[in-house]
């Protein structure tokens, strides 16, 4: 696993893409077993979203699936990744937040952090500049 | 508590209408601390669409509400009642199906189990008639 696996580059630029629409600065990107890119997406609850929008698989695509998140994933889309039995949870970085990544491997999820900068940078940009829209959609407010 | 709260009711009723309509018959409703429905609703990931539903509440709304559901929920609604911070979760019956009620009270959100008759014979009436549904629904095909 490296910061330039094409699910993980997916997901950053979604992240951007958040961050460039005044939105929350989060991507993820469902990427199967043989490589191909099921499902992608960006803003908050975005693995729930990413999931959804990948329609509806057979279980064992999931199994060999690798979810491709720039931050940590939050309660629900830790629940999410479960309840679809996500084989694999790569994490751009959790410095900025830190969600479910316990439960993920209590639950026998693989979870890899990457601690990337960029991920890093857009997520302490976003909180700096509106400490608000990012308390409220962690339900701190 | 008792299976004649307003609630609770509410969550049976609608876990009835998801049996009618031949879907899932798993009903939820969320309850504020004075007693007034927030939202209500049926079919499978009906806690994270109840609360979907429900608007958004202030952080406050959440704390002191409790989720009534006809069955244990899934893990992404064990994950969007703790996303959301609810304070009480309400489960008609887990004898069927056993989800996230480990992990709710983990993080500290009292569980009620009422093994309530009337949702017991319906999951087990619906599991008997469309096995390939329910199966399906919880990821295990």
């Not at 989060?26 to 609850?45: E, F, K, P, Y």
């Not at 937040?97 to 601690?115: A, I, S």
């Amino acid at each position: 696993m490296s910061t330039s696996d094409a699910g993980f580059r997916a997901a950053v630029e979604e992240a951007e893409a958040g961050y460039n629409e005044g939105g929350v600065p989060i991507g993820a990107c469902l990427v199967s077993s043989d490589g191909t890119i099921l499902g992608r997406g960006h803003n908050m609850r975005v693995q729930k979203e990413t999931l959804e929008n990948s329609g509806r698989l057979p279980a064992k695509a999931y199994e060999g699936a690798t979810m491709y998140t720039s931050l940590s994933p939050c309660d629900m889309c830790t629940g999410a990744c479960i309840m679809y039995k996500i084989g694999r949870v790569v994490i751009g970085e959790n410095k900025t937040y830190v969600g479910g990544e316990e439960y993920l491997k209590q639950r026998g999820v693989e979870v890899v952090v990457f601690n990337d900068e960029k991920c890093k940078g857009l997520m302490e940009k976003f909180m700096c500049e509106k400490p608000a829209v990012w308390n409220e959609d962690i339900g701190e407010q």
